[in-house]
Nanobody, 115 residues
Framework: QVQLVESGGGLVQTGGSLRLSCAASGISVSANDMGWYRQAPGKQREMVAHTVTLGSPVYVGSVKGRFTISRDNAKNTVYLQMNSLKPEDTAVYYC?????????WGQGTQVTVSS
């Protein structure tokens, strides 16, 4: 049984930073391309970054240069370091595999950026 547990969200001012964590069980983050997704109120869920097992991570244009995805294979955890946060980054953030499975979605972690 796969379980992905997100944490690290919170309220931060514009320009601030947060580090999100996704603790995985039942799946190896080193053997799977993992993605961070977000869903803002009234908008569709979008992928913002994903790991590439044998290559460099990929980012959506709006977060490139500000967000960094990484993984700790020993802890089986994926991270999202978010810097220079903007109000438009406000959303619930989730992790999942690059081809997301509906049964892998966790509760997400809320990120709120105040202006």
């Amino acid at each position: 049984q796969v379980q992905l547990v997100e944490s690290g969200g919170g309220l931060v001012q514009t320009g601030g930073s947060l580090r999100l964590s996704c603790a995985a069980s039942g799946i190896s983050v080193s053997a799977n391309d993992m993605g961070w997704y977000r869903q803002a109120p009234g908008k569709q869920r979008e992928m913002v970054a994903h790991t590439v097992t044998l290559g460099s991570p990929v980012y959506v244009g709006s977060v490139k240069g500000r967000f960094t995805i990484s993984r700790d294979n020993a802890k089986n955890t994926v991270y999202l370091q978010m810097n220079s946060l903007k109000p438009e980054d406000t959303a619930v953030y989730y992790c999942n595999t690059i081809l997301p499975r509906y049964d892998y979605w966790g509760q997400g972690t809320q990120v709120t950026v105040s202006s």
